[in-house]
């Protein structure tokens, strides 16, 4: 483990940071103190510091040398609406609001990174800080975008990291090529005509005619798609009727697409409004669909992806990054980010999740004893993009 020595001294500085964020949690859009906190800091080290990208978004930038390469860095800043279960000293002030997916460790190791190359600038060309909000399932992400991210602050590449349960603290896990599913919504309304249960030839049905449509739905992944693609349809709600003895007229079913190409998405688009009509018709309901895109799939390009996978080897060893573990099939607003930019998005390992320590749960902490390493992978990375010698 090649830990700086610079930052290895302000460990026990940016842990207090960190438990300081988790402390305050705020959700989506809503980052203002958390954001004011970090904009306080970029400033404090002397760092070009932007406000209000994106609603609540910050940027900082450091420009060293001569060369116009540049690269942005990218952490996300904002929790869930989840109640925090841990008891230690810094769990959650806010009654259901928790940093129960470490963007807390995010923000305090991107933080990290920028107030060290701000005391040694030794790269040539633009460092850019990201600090985003809402990752959380609002698209803080595009927001920025949609501000002109990349307009204000062009980059040649894009990189964002997450902490990963289940991988080693410490360790790395780099994908080239998907590393994240798209996440897609549908709803749909079954409308049928209610009657007395036990008179069901004088309505039409639309729990039986919703049960089919379920379980026809079920077919799109496994007989419409490459078995080779993978994508997962599930779903998550089915809501229908009051009473014992009454058929009501109407049902809603609602779930959740995931993929890993927009080809596999329009797919399952189109198999679900085609089974949606058939069963229409089958059934005597009027069904009506509704499909929203949500993130698209985080692909890593694969040159971003190798660079990475080679910093973070100089950094903790060969047996410290794993190039072979599965994709997750869940989402991730850096998308966004990589839709307009090469990039790679890896995963740092949070260590194994006993305890209920993994993402999204109550009892999730983020481990910061892996911030050392985090912060030094940021800098060792805008090193090596950015390397004197290369200019
Ligand atoms: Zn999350
Ligand atoms: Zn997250």
Request: net charge negative; aromatic share 6%.
């Amino acid at each position: 483990m090649k830990i700086l020595d610079a930052v290895k001294q302000q460990h026990a500085a940016l842990t207090t940071l960190r438990r300081d964020i988790h402390a305050h949690p705020e959700l989506a859009f809503d980052e203002h103190r958390t954001a004011a906190l970090v904009a306080d800091r970029l400033e404090a080290a002397g760092i070009e510091t932007h406000r209000g990208i994106g609603r609540t978004g910050v940027v900082g930038v450091i420009r060293a040398g001569t060369s116009k390469r540049a690269i942005g860095l990218r952490a996300d800043m904002d929790a869930l609406p989840m109640q925090e279960r841990n008891t230690f000293p810094h769990h959650s002030k806010h009654p259901g609001r928790m940093h129960a997916c470490g963007h807390d460790g995010h923000t305090t190791m991107l933080l990290g990174a920028a107030e060290h190359l701000a005391r040694h600038p030794d790269f040539d060309g633009t460092v850019v800080f990201i600090f985003q909000p809402a990752e959380e399932g609002d698209g803080g992400g595009r927001e920025m975008v949609e501000d002109g991210l990349f307009e204000r602050f062009p980059m040649d590449a894009v990189f964002g990291l997450h902490n990963w349960p289940g991988l080693p603290a410490g360790s790395f896990a780099v994908h080239a090529g998907p590393v994240m599913a798209s996440a897609d919504r549908f709803d749909i309304e079954v409308l049928g005509h209610g009657a007395h249960a036990a008179m069901p030839h004088l309505g039409v049905d639309p729990v039986v005619a919703g049960s089919a449509l379920v379980q026809a739905l079920q077919t799109v992944v496994t007989r419409t798609l490459d078995p080779l693609d993978p994508a997962v349809l599930s779903v998550t709600q089915f809501h229908a009727g009051e009473a014992y003895n009454v058929i009501p007229d109407r049902a809603r079913i609602t779930g959740t697409v995931r993929a890993f190409s927009t080809e596999v998405q329009a797919q399952i688009e189109a198999a679900m409004q085609r089974i949606c009509q058939g069963i229409g018709t089958a059934y005597n309901v009027n069904v009506r669909f509704n499909y929203m895109r949500g993130y698209p799939a985080t692909i890593n390009t694969p040159a971003e992806a190798t660079v990475c996978a080679e910093v973070a080897r100089a950094l903790v060893g060969e047996g410290g990054v794993r190039t072979d573990v599965k994709p997750s099939m869940g989402a991730e607003d850096f998308a966004y980010f990589l839709h307009e930019k090469p990039g790679c998005y890896v995963w740092l390992g949070n260590g194994p999740g006993e305890g209920g320590c993994t993402l999204h749960n109550p009892n999730y902490d983020f481990n910061d004893a892996v911030i050392p390493t985090g912060v030094t992978y940021w800098v060792n990375l805008a090193q090596r993009l950015l390397a004197a010698s290369a200019a």
